[in-house]
């Protein structure tokens, strides 16, 4: 039965019986632990041969259903045996999941290979996107959870009693249903010529000069997104030959059923290009404030000539309002290979997060030289660290600095927020109103 549907998913073979006798998820290995659930799931198939890219927008990918509480959420490539792959070979240039409303008896239509991340950038007739709490403009970065290279080793649970609150049918449009959205990006470097460069988008590696679109990029443009759209292929060495391969992400999604014990958290997504322009004459900044990320940056080389106070580390900073404020739950930044920390400021100058990379040593999985294979994670003591309501917090990301541009990297903050506490938690956190007259110092 169902060979089509099982084969996608990653089960024992001893697993399998129990699987259909148990679990309303067919494509998933569930268990239950305490009241924390989790399921394993499989994304469609992508191929990738050496040097080639695929970046693909699934849409109602497997996911848990129903009113929960999201715990974390993890993931990694692996190939048809189920074996994780290294970076050194599929680099993980990032995945994100993104939740939207979609009509039902209706799909997503896609018109045109570059025509997926349609859903990530605007809403239709029969779609609604369902953006995270901000704070860039539009739809941009609008995802639940995403993450890079550095997946593997990043820590992502979300201590109890807190959780993303999705799936409350009383907040989903009359006709719709909920669905989640998956993107993969990743770059196949084996046998290139130059892997950072790949990794890091370089256009004359790829041989583009005309976006996926076919607009021109401006001459100034090294390298970035705009270089390793779907289906563009990086240099590869003179003679290099190497098998197509089927890979998969396999993703890991933990949750509860919702009830009023569960506190939500919101998420939260800073980005260190964002360019704030405050209108003229406002006195409101956090609500007419228009937000400019751009997500990805260059980092300028580093010789002799152009070192700077820094020495070789580029330090880049930006400071937005927060819309709202809260308890941080947790905090993690996403940087790429060359990051070396990424603090988030408090008004006042306190840290709120700081997250380091750690660096690999070796060439199995979870450890490959050179790459990212995690970040440091802020888990808080629930009521110690809170962020006032209108609070403008500085997000500092930075690099080192090597004899060659590093382009298209990325300098993200992904915050949850609590704006209540638990019960027993709230008694001993009101007296922590350092803040009490932050509000007057504003505006
Ligand atoms: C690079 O692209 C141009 C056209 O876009 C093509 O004529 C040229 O052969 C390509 N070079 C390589 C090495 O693929
Ligand atoms: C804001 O006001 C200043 C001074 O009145 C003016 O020079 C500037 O052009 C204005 N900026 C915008 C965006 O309107
Ligand atoms: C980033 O660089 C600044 C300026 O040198 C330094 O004060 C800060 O501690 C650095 N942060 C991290 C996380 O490396």
Known sequence: MQLVSLSRAYVSLSAISLLLLVTPLSHALWKKESNIKEAVFLSPK???????????????????????????????VVDEEGNSVPLHETYLHHWAVVRYYQRKGTEVVTLSSNDGHRVLSESGPDHILVSNSGICQDNSVSQYFGIGSETRGTATDIPDPFGIEVGNPAEI???????????????DTRGVEDRLGCTECKCDLYNITVDEYGRPLKPDYLGGLLCCYHKTQCRVKEGFEGPRRSLY?????????????????????????????????????????????????????????????????????TSLPMPRGGYVIYGVAHQHAGGIGSTLYGQDGRVICSSIPSYGSGSEAGN??????????????????????????????NYSRSSLTHTGVMGLFYLLVAEQLPDQLSKHSSQASLFSNIDNIFY
Request: with cysteine.
């Open 368 to 397: 490959e030289e050179g790459y990212i294979v995690g970040m440091s994670t802020c888990y808080p003591r629930p009521g110690s660290v809170k962020i006032i309501d209108g609070e403008t917090v500085t997000l500092e990301s």
């Open 249 to 317: 992400l396999r993703y890991t999604v933990k949750w509860v059923d919702w009830s009023d014990s569960v506190v939500p958290v919101k998420i939260y997504i800073i980005d260190v290009t964002d360019t704030l322009q405050v209108p003229n004459g406002s006195n409101s900044k956090a609500l007419s404030a228009k937000h400019n990320c751009k997500v990805e940056y260059d980092v300028e080389s580093c010789s002799n000539k152009n070192k700077d106070s820094n020495g070789c580390i580029d330090v880049k900073r």
């Open 46 to 76: 992508f191929e990738l041969g050496p040097g080639s890219v695929e970046n693909k927008y699934y849409y109602d990918m497997d996911f848990p259903r129903g009113h929960i509480g999201l715990k974390s959420f993890t993931g990694e």
């Open 173 to 187: 449009p009359d006709g719709f249903e909920e669905k989640w959205l998956l993107n993969v990006h990743a770059i």
